[in-house]
């Protein structure tokens, strides 16, 4: 009898849509929860798979040329105002 090759078995992913690109959830050898885009590099990591879906597509917004900075409050100055 020929020995049968095994074959790599692919894990298969829900691969989540949205406007500015597509990703899936995979949890690590930690315990943490991470969100993967189609060309393999990481997101985001969490504690939580829910909050790893909620937070991704705005982590891919903020990554687009799209993004005018509507969600940025900070108030911040790089610059230090009067005599040190």
Not at 41 to 65: A, G, K, M, R, V
Request: neutral net charge; glycine residues 8%; hydrophobic residues 25%.
């Amino acid at each position: 009898m020929p020995e049968e090759k095994k074959q790599a078995v692919k894990p298969k992913y829900r691969w989540h849509q949205t406007k500015y690109g597509e990703f899936r959830v995979e949890k690590t050898r930690m315990g943490l929860y991470k969100s993967v885009d189609r060309e393999g590099n990481d997101l985001c990591f969490s504690l939580t798979e829910q909050s790893i879906i909620d937070i991704t597509p705005y982590h891919l917004y903020w990554n687009s040329d799209d993004y005018k900075g509507e969600s940025d409050i900070s108030n911040y100055s790089g610059t230090v105002g009067g005599k040190l």
